[in-house]
T-cell receptor
């Protein structure tokens, strides 16, 4: 069990550029989540997948954001035409089952800075 | 709507002191789960505890203890005999319905040697 892995750890980009982040969940975890955390705040839910199906998206996820989990394993989060307000830590988490009370295992996040 | 409030933004204590982190939550559901996570400087959120809304027993795990009081919608976390390694940001969170954690703003805890 190697934990949830996120790549890259840091990304600096210019406004208007596209960026893509990758998340590798713990093997055989069928739920995968994306959260966004800004400085001094708690993480905010963005979206989650059960296997390859994207089941819910937050209103925070504008149409510039898209997430995929094509084979029910790793996931990517793409932000198009980045804006300075997108600067944040993007956290990925996975959980092993579908129960309401399952704890989430988090990765170390991708820190995005939009200049 | 669900909401979690951690009124203490920052706490600083000297090593070996006891410290309590407050958490107050709002939800209209009767079935929900409460969590505490620790976020060290590395950034990874580390699970500490999970409680369901039907179990109000307090819990102790080593130097950590949790006090769940449904009557006041609080789920406070106490560290006894704090250590420098306890320095981190601590988040209280609520889950209900679809499995989305709703986090509080976090409390930055600094333990000084």
């Amino acid at each position: 069990d190697t934990g949830v892995s996120q790549d890259p750890r840091h990304k600096i980009t210019k406004r208007g550029q596209n960026v893509t982040f990758r998340c590798d969940p713990i093997s055989e975890h069928n739920r995968l989540y994306w959260y966004r955390q800004t400085l001094g705040q708690g993480p905010e839910f963005l979206t989650y997948f059960q296997n390859e199906a994207q089941l819910e998206k937050s209103r925070l996820l504008s149409d510039r954001f898209s997430a995929e989990r094509p084979k029910g394993s790793f996931s990517t989060l793409e932000i198009q035409r980045t804006e300075q307000g997108d600067s944040a830590m993007y956290l990925c988490a996975s959980s092993p089952r579908d129960g309401l009370n399952e704890k989430l295992f988090f990765g170390s996040g991708t820190q995005l800075s939009v200049l | 709507a669900q909401k979690v409030t951690q009124a203490q933004t920052e706490i600083s204590v000297v090593e070996k002191e006891d410290v309590t982190l407050d958490c107050v939550y709002e939800t209209r559901d009767t079935t929900y789960y409460l969590f505490w996570y620790k976020q060290p400087p590395s950034g990874e959120l580390v699970f500490l505890i999970r409680r369901n809304s039907f179990d109000e027993q307090n819990e102790i795990s080593g130097r950590y203890s949790w006090n769940f009081q449904k009557s006041t919608s609080s789920f406070n976390f106490t560290i006894t005999a704090s250590q420098v390694v306890d320095s981190a940001v601590y988040f209280c969170a609520l889950i209900q319905g679809a499995q989305k954690l709703v986090f509080g703003q976090g409390t930055r805890l600094t333990i000084n040697p």
